[in-house]
């Protein structure tokens, strides 16, 4: 006996690349995205995400079923990334980690002011 | 003991999981592709030219729109235009086959009524959809009791997050001789001779001679009543329009009445004059306000015929389907179902969704079956759903004499089932709708 069993089922995110490797992933069904006025306008109704950036940082979008969402900029860096100006630095799980210890390999989010990133150590 | 012989039988199963997204592309020049999410690939911008490459397709893009693929739903209504109407019907086609959206009747026309009890009596929720009636539009204006013209219960009721439905039960006057009261006499939907006639228990109803077919006689009586009552509801619903509310409208329901029965009999024929002179009749009737509606600039309304087959009864009945006006007059199908429990609900869902694949497929009334109240409930919309019955909406029928909480068909049980935290995944009450 031989059976096929289709399924559809749908993405969960619609995830937008800007020039400076930001990704904001958001809920892809209900989304609507307008292309005017120079800027990318994207509205998702029942969720109430929203996001508009400059057609000019725009690269591409893609489906996905994870949240690619970075925020930021990743930085590429080793254990020693030179870190000026962050005033800490938290472990995916909000651990924070204590001044100057090196750091294993792993995603790190960095914080310095108002700006948030997040750091990739190979 | 008798030796006995086993096969095993090996089994192959593939499994599938196609990506089902729909991506409605708009072009700069208006113009629109659909593109199934599997086929999107990475969607790359052109910051040379502006294009937006999808599926390997360079767009000059104004647009998207990402939504469920949902079988062979159609995307867009089919006259539904105004931007609350698109947003409106893109909402329930998303939830399609997904959620429930409840829904409750006004008490008997242009009020929150029951939906208030529900909120405040029983559930504490109010249902997702108010239905409003334009069964007294023909009362003449000032007459004290009922003034259409103000739409603040319909206004308020979308302030609060509320999906809009209008119905019809277009009365017409028992004769052409006939005034139409100030206290709504003189007018009824029940075909006949013009003449009351009284039933076996003694009560009266009014019958009206007004006859369908007469309405494309120009000149014809019939034929000024129609199109001055559709003038009525029009500026109405136009002013609803204006205030950017969208509605789902459902004229002309039931409209085969008993005249598919499979074993025909004096009694077996349409008990709504719309549907009094054949399936023919009532399709070129649907069609002129269809038509009538758009040429006066109404774009707000998602359309949803009901199919008739009484009671849901395959074995009495046949299917109404030459009554059907066609895919480009309705978004949705509608069948009005008194006393069926979730067994009968999922068959009937089924039977429909077959014969109209590329529409959404709503339970348009239900509540117990007047004739036996508790021995014949509707069923538990939740159990329902869970025996296939998918319906894209329910609609409980008010009744005044219900003895209950809620003024409607249905025992306050049921309602309090319907809109638990626990079966939120399944029904969406009106703090739920966003579109």
Avoid at chain 1, 15 to 24: A, L, N, P, R
Avoid at chain 1, 84 to 112: C, F, N, S
Wanted: charged share 20%.
């Amino acid at each position: 006996m031989f059976m096929v069993v289709i399924c559809a089922e749908d993405y969960t995110y619609l995830t937008i690349v800007q020039q400076d490797g930001t990704k904001t992933s958001l809920t892809a069904v209900g989304l609507s995205m307008k292309f005017a006025d120079g800027n990318l306008t994207v509205n998702n109704a029942y969720t109430d995400e929203s996001k508009t950036i400059a057609l000019s940082s725009l690269v591409s979008m893609n489906f996905s079923n994870s949240d690619e969402t970075t925020g930021i900029s990743d930085i590429r860096a080793d254990g020693n990334v030179g870190l000026d100006g962050a005033e800490a630095i938290y472990t995916l799980q909000g651990q924070r980690i204590p001044e100057g210890k090196q750091m294993p390999k792993g995603v790190y989010i960095i914080k310095k002011g108002n700006v948030i990133q997040k750091l990739q150590v190979r | 003991m008798k030796k006995r012989n086993f096969t095993l039988l090996s089994a192959i199963v593939v499994s599938i999981t196609m990506m089902a997204q729909t991506i409605t592309v708009t072009n700069a020049d208006g113009t629109t592709r659909q593109i199934n999410a599997s086929e999107a690939g990475t969607m790359t911008y052109s910051q040379t030219d502006g294009t937006l490459t999808v599926g390997g397709t360079a767009y000059s893009v104004a647009g998207i729109d990402i939504d469920t693929e949902n079988g062979n739903i159609a995307t867009n209504s089919v006259a539904g235009t105004t931007d609350a109407a698109k947003r409106l019907y893109r909402y329930f086609r998303n939830n399609y086959g997904k959620k429930v959206i409840s829904s409750v009747m006004a008490d008997v026309s242009w009020n929150n009524t029951c939906a208030d009890n529900i909120k405040k009596n029983i559930t504490g929720k109010w249902p997702a959809m108010n239905c409003y009636d334009f069964i007294h539009i023909q009362v003449p204006d000032g007459n004290g009791w009922i003034d259409y013209s103000d739409i603040t219960p319909v206004t308020e009721w979308v302030e609060k997050g509320g999906i809009v439905q209008l119905m019809w039960h277009f009365n017409v006057p028992c004769k052409e001789s006939t005034e139409v009261k100030s206290d709504g006499s003189g007018v009824t939907c029940t075909p006949g001779d013009g003449n009351p006639i009284t039933n076996s228990d003694g009560t009266i109803t009014q019958t009206t001679a007004f006859r369908a077919k007469n309405v494309f006689i120009e000149g014809s009586w019939e034929n000024k009543y129609f199109y001055a009552q559709m003038d009525r509801v029009i500026a109405v619903i136009l002013k609803l329009q204006e205030a950017g509310i969208a509605a789902t409208w459902r004229p002309f329901h039931e409209a085969a009445g008993n005249s598919t029965a499979k074993q025909q009999a004096d009694w077996t024929k349409a008990w709504f004059w719309w549907g009094y002179d054949g399936a023919d009749t009532f399709k070129k009737l649907w069609i002129a306000m269809f038509d009538y509606f758009k040429q006066k600039g109404v774009n707000n309304l998602i359309w949803i015929w009901t199919t008739q087959n009484y009671n849901g009864n395959s074995s009495g009945y046949n299917q109404d389907t030459d009554w059907y006006p066609g895919d480009a007059y309705c978004d949705m199908v509608a069948r009005d179902l008194y006393g069926y429990n979730a067994a009968q609900n999922a068959q009937e869902f089924k039977e429909i969704q077959a014969a109209y694949p590329k529409k959404m497929v709503a339970l348009g009334e239900c509540g117990w079956d007047s004739s036996n109240k508790t021995g014949k409930p509707q069923g538990d919309i939740v159990e329902c759903w869970n025996a296939g019955a998918k319906w894209g909406h329910f609609m409980v029928w008010y009744d005044g004499n219900a003895g209950n909480k809620s003024n409607t068909m249905v025992s306050d049980d049921w309602w309090k089932s319907a809109m638990k935290k626990d079966n939120s995944d399944i029904v969406i009450t009106r703090s739920q709708v966003k579109y």
